[in-house]
């Protein structure tokens, strides 16, 4: 492989006009296609061949026109409460309600079905909470429920308050989320603004009103300003800091673009590009800084350009490919997830990786070939310029390699102490989807879910819509057979009320709303939920009946068991081609398993630091804390340990190459280590940076992303890669690059050390035989 890169860099370098052609007219294609295919974002939630998912298909089937699915419809709610001292019966709140009622029906993306007359033939018209409920209760009377059944009942369903102070309307919108702009908020807020005006409190909430911003931004700016800090002081010229930088900027650019292109023909979310931007960024900085790091390295033995150039994509470029393959593996195996969210964040930063390589290794050599020697220049005074390839200076990380090839016990000990420790917290690990409780405290949707916990029951944030099957039932038996179904209901400890909200038109299927006493992320609904469906075969049994049970509990709970039921296999997937991956590079068993266990350490305490600070607020740094997003372990340890193996490519690679060049054991530590350690320190400080500056963002899982990717750098490039590797190497000696021969012979060799090119190209030759090479 080195010898094809060799090739290519210095074809790039020497011919600059075709190739830096080639990427301003791809760059051009993609934003032409952004502007001309792009379509909306689609920012719904769903997870096929779940059981709620299936028991929420199955309403929609059942029951055409009916209550749309809440992951994926638009609605908004209108909470009310009443002055001080007074209830929402009194005449002039009434007055002021029915004004605001008014004003929804004149809100032109309001449903059609609920601007209707209200009456018996238009089930879906806004109705006054005070009057939905007085008829509620009128209606279950004259149905012939009992006083207290019926007083029971329509407080489960009703829209006002048993103390009548507070009461809701529920109104659906037409359209989906890429149809929420700001005149679509300002026209459902302007009826809140008149009846607040009339003296009644008014919270409006929902996916219709929400500003669903997406991320970026000014954090991408923060994490560029830190890169190119740490790039100056690397190269200590301002010409060279900005080559990876613009490799980034234009990689990424491409990538943005064709995903924005996509959404003409896919259903994208608009939290897609932000993975693809903050991963892209990050690994785009950090791949052209290794080969330019090498290029430096090669001009200062006074070979000609266009050949340091050649060299550089040849080994360092090497390094690089093998890097991002390690990462692109680790993010298209999120497939096995088989959650859509998960499966096209992951492609899409796998496309950004994908592009960072190839503008890495062909790009920015042909950058080289048009800067020449301006490339080191516009150099800085007051920085000193350090070459850590120099054979004899001491820099500080051949100090520190010297250390802990001295001490290798303690040094692995107290990295593996240090992390043991950070790990503790992840214990108290808790998952949770984002709802409105786990919003921050001051907002609409918060104070609206609180008010409704406290003037409802905690459960009436968390109902469970159990979708009853009825159809391999005898048409006289259907009714007996759904109320068995809400009697069974009834003897699950955590139900406050069961009932019959809807029948569809052919009497086959009904809809059982399960109001439970615990709020939708407790631990009492997730077992109620299980209950419940552990129910079904012993009520098919004897009814007849089939039932799915949906609900923000249920998918919650689904999820999980998604997740749990993926994590093996996507373990297997991710760790396995890995591990062949870097037994191809460095033609060892024992280096990519210490690499793996490293990973593992690393990863632990990313989750104890993540849960300490976001979830246990141990800092006290974060104003809500909260379970954190339940796909974010399974997401985290993909990219993480994509992004682990770069440096563990990048570091031991150096150390590879000085073994195969001939040096000892302990010596290839040391010179690899000191070759490496500045590089891998800069590119390790960029991507944290360029993590980091996405903690700003409001959303909260991007939030707690960006801290999580930002520590886990931290953790295994510094403590794993620096402390930990370099120690078991040292205690492994020659064993480290021990391979059975019969593999030895499996394995194609791969040269990433770049043995091979240097053969060829220290083999005297003339010239147009070296310009084949």
């Known amino acids: 492989m080195a010898t094809y890169l060799y090739r290519l860099g210095k074809f790039a370098y020497r011919r600059k006009g075709i ?8 760059l051009v294609l993609a934003g032409v296609a952004a502007v001309t295919l792009s379509g909306p974002t689609k920012d719904t939630f769903s997870i096929p061949g779940t059981p709620a998912q299936e028991a929420q298909e199955l309403m929609a089937e059942r029951f055409p026109g009916g209550a749309a699915d809440p992951f994926s419809s638009l609605s908004a709610r209108y909470l009310v409460s009443a002055p001080e001292g007074q209830t929402l019966d009194e005449p002039q709140n009434q007055a002021a309600m029915e004004d605001m009622l008014n004003a929804i029906r004149g809100v032109e993306q309001v449903e059609d079905f609920a601007k209707a007359e209200p009456g018996p033939d238009a089930p879906g018209a806004l109705v006054n909470p005070v009057a939905a409920h ?17 007083n029971a009942d329509a407080a489960a369903v009703s829209p006002l308050s048993a103390d009548r102070t507070v009461g809701y309307l529920d109104v659906p919108v037409a359209g989906d989320f890429s149809d929420v702009n700001e005149e679509l908020r300002e026209a459902l807020q302007e009826p809140a603004e008149a009846a607040r005006d009339a003296g009644l409190n008014v919270l409006v909430s929902g996916s219709a009103v929400e500003i669903m911003e997406p991320p970026g931004g000014a954090s991408e700016l923060v994490g560029m300003a830190v890169a190119a800090v740490v790039l100056v002081i690397t190269f200590g010229s301002l010409v060279a800091a900005g080559m990876p930088l613009f490799s980034a900027i234009v990689g990424v650019g491409i990538g943005v673009a064709l995903i924005t292109a996509a959404t003409g023909f ?5 939290m897609v590009s932000t993975l693809a931007i903050m991963i892209g960024l990050a690994v785009a900085i950090d791949y052209s800084l290794f080969i330019l790091s090498r290029y430096r390295a090669e001009l200062s033995s006074g070979i000609p350009r266009d050949e340091a ?30 959650i859509p969210f998960l499966t096209d964040m992951g492609r899409a930063a796998a496309l950004t990786v994908s592009l960072a390589v190839l503008i890495a290794i062909s790009m920015l050599p042909a950058v080289l070939g048009l800067t020449k020697s301006w490339v080191f220049r516009g150099r800085l005074p007051f920085l000193r310029e350090v070459d850590p390839e120099h054979p004899t200076k001491m820099t500080n990380g051949r100090r520190w390699a010297n250390v802990v090839t001295r001490i290798p016990v303690v040094t692995l000990l107290g990295g593996v102490a240090l992390l043991g420790v950070l790990a503790i917290p992840a214990a108290n690990l808790q998952l949770a989807l984002p709802t409105p409780a786990t919003e921050p405290p001051g907002t609409v949707a918060r104070d609206s879910y609180e008010i409704t916990a406290e003037s409802f029951g905690e459960g009436r944030n968390g109902q469970l819509l159990v979708v009853a099957d009825a159809q391999n039932v005898d048409e006289d038996a259907r009714m007996d057979a759904f109320g068995t179904v809400v009697e069974t209901m009834y003897g699950f400890g955590d139900v406050e009320n069961a009932q019959i909200v809807g029948v569809n038109e052919a009497g086959d299927t009904a809809q059982i709303l399960v109001t439970p006493l615990s709020g939708p ?4 609904t997730m077992a109620l939920v299980q209950d419940i469906r552990d129910a079904e075969a012993a009520l098919a049994e004897e009814t007849g009946i089939q039932f799915g049970v949906t609900g923000q509990t249920a998918m919650e709970l689904d999820v999980s068991d998604r997740l749990a039921d993926a994590l093996i296999p996507y373990l297997l997937v991710v760790v396995g081609l890995a591990f062949i991956l870097l037994m191809l590079v460095f033609r060892s068993i024992l280096v990519p398993l210490t690499a793996t266990l490293g990973f593992l350490l690393s990863v632990a305490a990313t989750f104890g630091a993540t849960v300490a600070i976001f979830q246990l607020d141990w800092l006290g740094i974060v104003s809500n804390p909260q379970p954190l997003v339940s796909f974010l372990p399974i997401f985290l340890i993909g990219v993480v340990f994509g992004l682990a193996m770069d440096y563990q490519v990048f570091l031991v690679s150096r150390m590879r190459e000085a073994y195969v060049h001939g040096e000892s054991a302990k010596d290839a530590i040391i010179s690899g280590f000191s070759h490496g350690a500045r590089v891998v320190t800069a590119a390790a400080v960029i991507m944290m940076s360029v993590f980091a500056a996405f903690i700003a963002e409001d959303m909260a899982f991007i939030k707690v992303m960006g801290f999580a990717l930002a520590a886990a750098i931290l953790f295994d490039a510094f403590i794993v890669r620096m402390v930990i590797i370099p120690s078991v190497m040292s205690l492994l000696g020659d064993k480290a690059w021990w391979l059975p021969r019969w593999l030895d012979r499996i394995l194609p060799n791969v040269d990433v050390e770049g043995e091979k090119l240097t053969r060829q190209l220290e083999t005297p030759k003339s010239d147009t035989e070296l310009a084949k090479v």
């Open 19 to 26: 190739v830096l052609s080639f990427w301003l007219a791809a």
């Open 134 to 150: 007085d008829g509620l209760v009128e209606q279950l009377l004259s149905q012939g429920t009992p006083e207290e059944q019926a």
């Open 266 to 270: 896919l259903e994208l979310s608009s």
């Open 309 to 338: 150039a050649g060299r550089a994509v040849g080994t360092a470029g090497s390094a690089v490919v093998f890097a991002g393959l390690t990462v692109i593996i680790a993010l298209l195996a999120l497939r096995v997830v088989n």
């Open 521 to 524: 992320i407790s631990e009492d």
